[in-house]
């Protein structure tokens, strides 16, 4: 068959046969004349493959005719038939030879992410260690003794390992700050939450006995021992729930590939391995915030569990929006990083300035009288009777 005009008709016409080895002519070839505008014929059956493709031969076919089939990104030429896969965290060189190590991803100090949360913490920081030093010049006046001033200092503590969590969550992941990742938030906000919901509920139970108009029995772990002992109680409970995720799931890093020429490292953190600790400080919070509600009436000079209502309305709302944001975005660090500073400076601001506004711009209401109700209350101990004027804050060291 040969491509040649007939009449003004162009196509495909017999021209001839092969016969065992002869070739018999019956009509003259013509060949296109690229002056004319046409390619020149070419006689082949499959052109050279291009870069980065292999010649796959068709079954039944001849070794001269093949298709040509593109490798995928991270695949190499082995040879002119064979696409060979690079191991993972690995992509071909420039001429399809071998295989070179992807360049990792990982949050650098110097990134946006990184840069925000770094700020931020550090500002938070410096407000806490501002905090801590004033409440600790002023130890003995009223406002830190009503406040239960050693459960204050756990609840400072645990604000500064929050703020102190966003280090490590922006360094690169190694085993010590994977670990760090994993036990910081958990310990840090059991501090916080497990001192006060302590705090909260012991408010709840001097209201409930305020209530009564015979009291036949004094309520229980009251004094400021008996308060840090059950706050410890409380951490340690989520000491050993951190225990137990982290002997199932030790912390370490890993590669992460979110496509094939992409390498992130990242710490091998799961669901279970953030939903465990964090779930037990959510059950902190959940009480706290509901100590908060039944103690919301108190005498308008009670009005720290006014202030303790404010920072869990608002620590639930930011744990509220978190999660969706969390699990759904791929910027998981920078998300993590402010969620735990918000949380931190929401209960720095609300437990803490309200004071430190006492303390320093308005002393003369740091005096015991401001703190004391009108409110009294009858106590019976089998046969005494007892009238006793009742502390808001009750200031029993």
Not at 69 to 78: D, P, V
């Amino acid at each position: 068959m040969n491509f040649q005009e007939r009449k003004g008709i162009y196509g495909y016409h017999k021209v001839g046969q092969w016969d065992n080895g002869n070739l018999q002519l019956q009509f003259p070839f013509q060949w296109t004349r690229e002056n004319e505008g046409f390619d020149v014929v070419e006689s082949v059956c499959s052109k050279p493959c291009r870069r980065g493709e292999v010649k796959a031969i068709q079954t039944g076919g001849v070794k001269c005719c093949w298709v040509c089939t593109a490798c995928k990104l991270n695949e190499f030429l082995l040879d002119e038939f064979t696409c060979e896969a690079c191991p993972p965290g690995w992509l071909p060189n420039e001429n399809l030879t071998a295989c070179l190590p992807i360049t990792l991803e990982y949050v650098s100090w110097d990134s946006t992410q990184a840069v925000v949360g770094i700020c931020f913490s550090c500002l938070g920081f410096l407000a806490t260690a501002f905090t801590m030093t004033v409440f600790i010049l002023h130890n003995h006046t009223t406002v830190v003794k009503a406040s239960t001033r050693e459960l204050s200092y756990i609840i400072l503590v645990g604000i500064a390992l929050s703020y102190a969590t966003t280090f490590p969550l922006v360094a690169k992941p190694t085993l010590i700050t994977c670990y760090m990742t994993r036990i910081l938030p958990g310990f840090s906000f059991a501090m916080i939450y497990g001192a006060l919901v302590t705090k909260t509920n012991r408010i709840a139970r001097i209201l409930a006995a305020g209530k009564k108009k015979i009291m036949t029995r004094k309520p229980r772990f009251m004094s400021a021992l008996a308060q840090v002992v059950i706050t410890w109680i409380i951490i340690g409970i989520e000491v050993a729930v951190l225990s137990a995720v982290l002997i199932k799931e030790p912390a370490d890093s890993l590669l992460h590939f979110p496509e094939l020429n992409r390498a992130r490292l990242i710490c091998n953190t799961s669901a279970l391995g953030l939903i465990a600790p964090m779930g037990f400080d959510f059950f902190l919070i959940a009480m706290c915030t509901v100590y908060a509600i039944k103690t919301r009436n108190l005498p308008e000079n009670f009005n720290e569990a006014k202030f303790i209502g404010f920072c869990m309305y608002t620590t639930c709302v930011i744990w509220l929006a978190f999660l969706p944001i969390y699990f759904g975005s791929d910027q998981k660090v920078l998300t993590m990083c402010l969620c735990i500073s918000f949380s931190a400076t929401v209960a720095l601001l609300f437990l803490f300035m309200p004071k430190l506004y006492i303390i320093l711009l308005r002393p003369e209401r740091n005096t015991r009288s401001a703190f004391t109700t009108t409110n009294q209350v009858r106590i019976n101990f089998g046969s005494n009777n007892v009238t006793k004027s009742m502390d808001s804050n009750s200031n029993e060291r």
